[in-house]
């Protein structure tokens, strides 16, 4: 994260569920040092984060479960891969039907302009 801070800017904060590995003394140290906010999602309301929700359905539904894995490098392997082709090579139709980098792409321009303004 430290690397996507560098090169994008950080986030205002930092919007997660309460599972143990968001409520931990690395996440809230990391996030103290950054001065980025943790904002939890209140315990058995998962529509407060319906498009991370969302997405890992998908990515369960077209990765994960579509097979066993012998190790953590086979998922991490899978993972990549299906992550690449969610973001260059599939289109979404949210997005007018572009893939998001080429919606990023697109829209860079007017996104630094909102944020100069």
């Known amino acids: ?11 205002a904060y930092i919007r997660c569920d309460n599972g143990p590995e968001f409520i931990s003394r690395v996440l809230e140290k990391f996030a103290e040092e950054n001065g980025i906010e943790i904002r939890f999602s209140q315990p058995g309301k998962p529509t407060q984060n319906g498009l991370v929700e969302r997405l890992n359905g998908t990515q369960r539904k077209e990765c994960l479960n579509l097979k066993y894995f012998n190790t953590v490098k086979e998922v991490q392997q899978d993972l990549d891969a299906w992550w690449n082709s969610y973001n260059f090579d599939r289109p979404h139709s949210s997005l007018g039907y572009l893939t998001p980098q080429q919606f990023i792409d697109k829209n860079q321009n007017l996104y630094f302009n909102l944020v100069a303004a």
Request: glycine share 10%; no cysteine; charged share 20%.
């Open 1 to 11: 994260m430290l690397l996507q801070i560098t090169q994008k800017g950080k986030p």
